[in-house]
């Protein structure tokens, strides 16, 4: 129970590698925010003391809100993982066909998000003396995936983002990290077939762990990075898929 007394918020944790992370800071003792565009509520209900928001992450004002709420019903933020982003409703096709709305979008939900979360958090952090900050980039910047230039560009900005800001926050003892999942067999993705079918195979193929890669695959390292065990770790990212990307 290293997380006993803690609370965590944990965005886009209604379901798949979101709710996952959410069940393994509970297990070790947190208190579970979710925070969530949908069922966060429904969501919160499997946690003890769980608390529902519900939270559109590219919203300055539902972000504030957030972090205003948890602290009004927890009296705290100790630990931030920003998950909540856009990937498997993305149709893949060539960059020169991406609507600059959808890359607006993207860049609003998967980059700014977290911004926004970390501009309304670490000023408690800051008060308290410390906190754990979370990342969930992706395995796409690294490898280069083609079809997905929003996508993969924004994943790649979490990863500078996660650098910069661990470089301002150090001195007050909040610790910023970054996990980078390869593609997952998670529920939004099961729910979107004709991704499953593009995909699922090659990235298998591609593995020295040759298995599909669940979001419980996600939580240990994150589960790390948000306890005391990683409290000299700050800047880095943990890419995990399974082998498919060496660095």
């Known amino acids: 129970m290293k997380l006993e007394g803690k609370v965590a918020v944990v965005t886009g944790a209604s379901q798949g590698i979101g709710h996952a992370i959410a069940t393994g800071l509970a297990a070790e003792g947190a208190r579970i925010v979710v925070a969530d565009l949908q069922r966060a509520e429904e969501a919160a209900a499997g946690f003890p003391d769980g608390v529902g928001l519900t939270v559109d992450v ?70 308290r003396g410390g906190g754990k900050i979370v990342n969930i980039s992706s395995g796409t910047p690294f490898r280069g995936v083609p079809f997905l230039l929003h996508y993969v560009t924004s994943k790649g900005a979490i990863v500078a983002f996660t650098r910069a800001l661990a470089k301002e926050l150090g001195t007050y003892g909040i610790l910023v990290n970054c996990v980078a999942p390869g593609f997952t067999m998670s529920a939004g993705v099961e729910a979107h077939p004709e991704v499953v079918e593009k995909l699922r195979d090659v990235s298998v193929a591609a593995r020295t762990i040759q298995r599909d890669q669940v979001p419980e695959d996600v939580v240990g390292a994150t589960v790390f990075l948000s306890g005391p065990d990683s409290d000299f770790v700050t800047g880095q990212t943990i890419v995990i898929d399974g082998g498919q990307y060496f660095h």
Do not use: K
């Not at 893949?92 to 609507?99: A, G, K, L, S, T």
């Open 58 to 127: 590219s919203s300055e004002e539902d972000v504030e809100r957030m972090a205003a709420a948890t602290v009004e019903r927890c009296g705290r933020i100790d630990i931030l993982v920003n998950n909540a982003g856009l990937y498997a409703s993305l149709a893949m096709r060539p960059f020169d066909q991406i609507p600059l709305e959808e890359w607006r979008r993207v860049m609003d939900v998967n980059v700014a998000s977290m911004f926004l979360a970390c501009r309304a958090v670490v000023p408690g952090m800051r008060e």
